[in-house]
Every structure is written in structure tokens, then in C-alpha cells.
């Protein structure tokens, strides 16, 4: 069964850092594209980027690439996402996702159940 | 970056009703069009990829078609489980953009 569980959320003051991880389980991790999605409270899903399988291709959302590094570690079946400068419009529920990329297809076809990042004072 | 216009924002619908979910992207997008399902509890999971391609395990009541800038999830006859948000999501080019959803809600 695939499992991806994220971890490190919580409340962080404005302008620190933060990293999240994503224990992936159930698959060949190293065989796989991995993202991050987040959802701000009550709003849609907002894609913030994307790693391939041994890091040599990592695409972000422009508006974030300063702010946000995705990385992985194969060994440990791990995905993380660094975050730095958070401010309040940072506030959301993060996701990992698988990434199911081929010649014709890319989507997230299993996501973890979120972490809930808060940024405040 | 590609915009996704989803409509309507929410819908209203009864059991056993069709339904039908629009995506419009700002420019074309050669058919590179997932749609997904989020419940109420977040789970977020995918049911349409590559404009019409069924994800495995998801009921043949979904289906999606479209081409160019014009998209559509179709739910043949709406089930308890299906009253949830749906989002359109373009893979043309990045960055990845998604639609702004729509809430299905029993009417």
C-alpha cells in the first residue's frame, strides 16, 4: 500500500524557517517524481513544485522558488520541503503527492493527508 | 503562467442527477488535463488524467473530455460520495496551475 506521511507542520513566527518531510512507504520511491501542493485556509490547491528521481531536475512555482527548496533523500525514502521567510500568506495545509510522469501523463495519483503549517507572532 | 478558469464555483445537485464541471485554460493545453477530488476531510486523490483517461479504481460514472482550451468532468449519476471539490489542474507547462474548484453540494 502506498503511504506518504508529512511531518514537521506547526506554528512558526514570521520571517523563520521551517522543514517539512514526507516518508514515502509502499513503492519504489526512487522510481517516482515527487511534489508539493499547499491549500491556504477555505481556498484551492496551489502547485509549489516538483523533483525528479535523482534531483537533477527540480522545478518550483516562480513566485515561491526563492522561498521554498524541494529535495529528497533516496536512502531514507524521504521528501522534503524547506521553507524560509515565512510570512502569513505562507499559512496552509502542505501536501506531498506522488508524481505519475510519462510521456503524455503528469498527475499526483496518491497524496499524503497534509500538514498544517501556521505562521504567526 | 496558465490560468484555469473552473465554473461553475459551486454547484447544487441531486442524487442520481448528471452533472457537469467546466475548465477553460487562458491559452491552449494539447489535452494536458487532470482532474482531482478533495473531500471534506482534505483527502485529495485523482480521477481523470490526460483529459479522459479514467484513474484506476474510480468509478466509470466520472469521465472528462475537452481539447484545446475547453475541458469537462462529467458525473454520470451523482452518488452520496461524490459531494465533494473538484479541481482542474493543467501539466502544458509549468509552473502546474489548478482551477479554483468547484463545490458539489447536495441540493
Known amino acids: 500500500e502506498v503511504k506518504l506521511v508529512e511531518s514537521g507542520g506547526g506554528l512558526v513566527q514570521p520571517g523563520r524557517s521551517l522543514k517539512l518531510s514526507c516518508a514515502a512507504s509502499g513503492f519504489s520511491f526512487n522510481d517516482y517524481w515527487m511534489g508539493w501542493v499547499r491549500q491556504a485556509p477555505g481556498k484551492g490547491l496551489e502547485w509549489i513544485g516538483e523533483?525528479?528521481?535523482?534531483?537533477?531536475?527540480?522545478n518550483y512555482t516562480p513566485s515561491l522558488k526563492d522561498k521554498f527548496t524541494i529535495s529528497r533523500d533516496n536512502a531514507q525514502n524521504t521528501l522534503y520541503l524547506q521553507m524560509s521567510k515565512l510570512g502569513s500568506e505562507d499559512t496552509a495545509i502542505y501536501y506531498c503527492?506522488?508524481?505519475?510522469?510519462?510521456?503524455?501523463?503528469?498527475?499526483?495519483?496518491?497524496w499524503g493527508q497534509g500538514v498544517m503549517v501556521t505562521v504567526s507572532s | 503562467d496558465i490560468q484555469m478558469t473552473q465554473t461553475p464555483s459551486s454547484m447544487p445537485a441531486s442524487l442520481g442527477e448528471r452533472v457537469t464541471i467546466s475548465c477553460r485554460a487562458s491559452q491552449g493545453i494539447s489535452n494536458y488535463l487532470n482532474w482531482y477530488q478533495q473531500k471534506p476531510d482534505g483527502t485529495i486523490k485523482p480521477l481523470i488524467y490526460?483529459?479522459?483517461n479514467l484513474q484506476s479504481g474510480v468509478p466509470s460514472r466520472f469521465s472528462g473530455s475537452g481539447s484545446g482550451t475547453d475541458y469537462s468532468l462529467t458525473i454520470s449519476s451523482l452518488e452520496p460520495e461524490d459531494f465533494a471539490m473538484y479541481y482542474c489542474q493543467q501539466y502544458d507547462s509549468s509552473p502546474l496551475t489548478f482551477g479554483s474548484g468547484t463545490k458539489l453540494e447536495i441540493k
Open positions: 523533483i525528479n528521481q535523482d534531483s537533477s531536475t527540480i
Open positions: 503527492a506522488r508524481d505519475c510522469t510519462t510521456v503524455v501523463t503528469d498527475y499526483f495519483d496518491y
Open positions: 490526460y483529459t479522459s
